[in-house]
């Protein structure tokens, strides 16, 4: 695998509503358990939205595994041109503080939000571009914006070499569960 997409659910839809929230870095870590291994297999891109949530907090991961895996670079293809427009000013700064890290940056579509049509066509793209996709979904929990990415890339690995990395929320519990036996085993 060359090109993965990491993509999955927007901050709000975890309840998470603070860059402070202690979950990101346990969702933060799943994420690079998985690109770890890919990345010592060849992966050479990692592409993402760049959507509030599991997206930029993907996008941070890769940031701090460069300093690791230098030859590994990062993707974000937005749906429209300046996505974090309407955001609120700690969201936006946070976007903007990653950017730097970032080796290419683009939209699908140039202009302005302007429907739905712009987030068919990037997930399209994404997919086309890809390898294959780490996904924070998790089927048990109920609907979610990743549901529709999930749907749309298993109908490619059907139709071929598409491979579907799934971080369920038994992942991420499970990375929390052995950072509090640390902190026990620490405090005792």
């Known amino acids: 695998m060359k090109n993965v997409l990491i993509t ?15 979950g990101i870095g346990f969702i933060q870590q799943a994420i690079a358990n998985k690109l770890r291994p890919l990345v010592e297999e060849g992966l050479e891109w990692v592409i993402t939205p ?8 993907a996008c941070e991961t890769v940031i701090a595994m460069k300093r690791q895996y230098p030859g590994l670079k990062l993707s974000i293809l937005t749906a429209f041109s300046n996505p974090e427009e309407s955001w609120k000013d700690d969201k936006k700064n946070y976007f903007q503080s990653l950017l730097p890290g970032v080796d290419y940056y683009a939209s699908v579509s140039k202009g302005a939000y302007d429907g739905p049509w712009q987030f068919k066509a990037r997930d399209e793209l994404l997919l086309r571009k890809t390898d294959g996709v780490i996904l924070v979904y998790d ?3 109920g609907e979610g914006s990743p549901k529709y990415m999930k749907e749309m890339a298993r109908r490619k690995e059907q139709q071929g070499e598409y491979r579907i990395i799934t971080i369920s929320s038994e992942d991420i519990q499970s990375i929390a569960d052995e950072e509090s036996w640390r902190e026990l085993d620490g405090g005792v």
Not at 10 to 22: D, T, V, Y
Not at 50 to 57: A, E, I, K, P, R
Request: without cysteine; hydrophobic residues 30%.
């Open 8 to 22: 999955g659910y927007r901050a709000h839809e975890l309840n998470i509503f603070s860059q402070k929230h202690r």
């Open 50 to 57: 760049g959507q509030y949530g599991v997206d930029l907090w």
């Open 139 to 141: 089927e048990d929990a």
